[in-house]
């Protein structure tokens, strides 16, 4: 029983990968479009330092719509990203300033922090069958008193922790070929997307991922546990989360305990931009890429074009609504 409940998701994520697959192009042309447009508008667009800025400010975004790609295609939404990716910083504050451990010790820590709270999250919704909205709101509530609270208010600063800057900031590329420095950061989210995209698509955690934002209840009468796989994704996303905190940590080289919320708005919006649905089943990491590029470029060239901070978050709330708009008409087309 359990063979062919495997097989039958593998089926339908075939037809789902190729039916997303028209929504990418589109988002890849809306990014050229956008790319063009600002060159145009500003010839400082398209200076290879901007490029470089556009990049770095996507490394960020990109590994949390990384994450929130995965719960939103198991039908779920998930609130406490920004704040989360905020108290896995403050953790591995704590763990190379204050206890004065090794990088890989705030590494790790980062990692298994993210996690944990991520199956938290994922056993307040399988488990106790709170909403996902609601559920995630309340941990980004927790999580930012906590971050407070641990930190005493106060950022926490890794000047006493070599090469911590160097994992956003750093350029391993770089080092190898001098014209093309571009930053660790960028390449840590693409390794990340890398593997996320592998798991997604050819292991079994994937594969319920998708049956569930499908037809739940199909798949537990199947008679998968469905409580574990929903607890295992969620966990899953919150460890990436984890990498995006060590990545804004060691870009801005301090944990910040106030930062986190509206990451949590882009990176959703970057995610409906790249085709994925809310109501579930459907999705790809590369989709989200490209969203979450489009939300950075869109943000660059409102600022070198020297628009108000005020009409750039104007900007970014009509995107929100509009991506939400275009799935709603998606889905009233599929059906």
Known sequence: MTTTTVDAPKSTLSRIIAAGTHQRVLAFASLIVLLIGFSIASPNFMQTSNMLAILQATSVNGVLAIAVT????TGGIDLSVGTMMTFCAVITGVVLTYAGMPLAFGVVAAVITGAACGACSGTFVAKMAIPPFIATLGMMLILKGLSLVISGTRPIYFNDTPGFSEISRGSLIGDFIPSLPIPNGVLILFIVAAVTAYILNRTVLGRYCFAL????????????????????????????????GLLIASRLNSAQPALGLGYELEA????VIGGTSLSGGRGSILGSLIGALIMAVLTNGLRVLSVAQEWQTVVTGAIIILAVYADMMRRNKKS
């Open 268 to 271: 959703i919006a970057a995610v």
């Open 70 to 73: 995965l719960v939103i295609i």
């Open 213 to 244: 934002g499908s037809n739940e209840e199909s798949v537990r009468l199947s008679g998968v546990n469905t409580d574990r796989w929903k607890i295992a994704i969620y966990a899953l996303a919150g460890s990436i989360v984890g990498i995006a």
